[in-house]
């Protein structure tokens, strides 16, 4: 398996009619067997760090966010997507954001056009879970799908949680709007939708993993050609330093903290055991790389 790094041109709409300067996207690529997996960057997010640390001593994380240069009051994670194109389907894992969640992020489209695909060429979107950043990308500013021609794919666990009425009134004020977007978004695709659950293999090919913490349905997806493989991890590993350096420590952006260690903690031996490579949708340098033993934690090696 050999990872390669290519910059890519991509004109954004005013750019090109203005005559500013295109936009460059950056992304990683790795050949499994007669598949190739490309990470294809929606921007990044913009959020406060006391979303990530939740009941955790700021002064605690300090020492360890230091490490990887973080020592103000926000982060910036980058949203890394994941295209599976195996000869007969193009997958895409996960929707991107659109233009309704934060203006740092919703540039698939993009992204999409620096790899020469449009959104019709798209088979199947499979969901890791149904966070804003994850889904709201599937509707365009008028409502209607973006991914036209292809199947949509979500575990029913997650499908079922955001759907529930009583879900924005039991998820805390702070998210109460990430259940509105979600129920909003999937009612207008539910005719597409294909449920799917852990242990099936939902496209050749591609396993489902039940990885939840994160959110109650959250799914994982371990792309396999013969003896390679590639895990997309979704949001169970969320970012590329407290969740690796400290993997036990809870996490204020999982909705269920001690689930999520356990997933987290489970995925990692596993993923550093079988040296599994792996895409991260929020760690760094397009996502795509393995993890490796560090004493007694992990870190995050891209590969190039």
Known sequence: MTFTRRQMLATMGAGAICGLPRAGYAATETTLGQATITTLSDGHLVLP?????GDLDPAKAAPVLAEFGITGDTI??????TLYRDGTHTVLFDAGS???FMPSAGELLDAFDAVDLTPDDVTHVIFTHAHPDHLWGVLDDFDDPVFANAAHMIGQAEWDYW???STVDSIGTARASFAVGAARRLAAIEDRIEFITGGQEVLPGIMAHYTPGHTPGHMAFELRQGSEAVMVVGDAIGNGHLALARPDWASGSDQDADQGIATRTRLLDQLATDKMAMVGFHLPEGGL???ERSGDAYRFVTEV
Do not use: K, M, S
Not at 49 to 53: A, I, N
Not at 76 to 81: A, H, R, T, V
């Open 49 to 53: 760090r006391d979303f990530l640390l």
């Open 76 to 81: 910036e994670p980058p949203c890394n997507l």
């Open 98 to 100: 659109g233009h309704a």
């Open 163 to 165: 759907t529930d009425p």
């Open 289 to 291: 790389g393995r993890v």
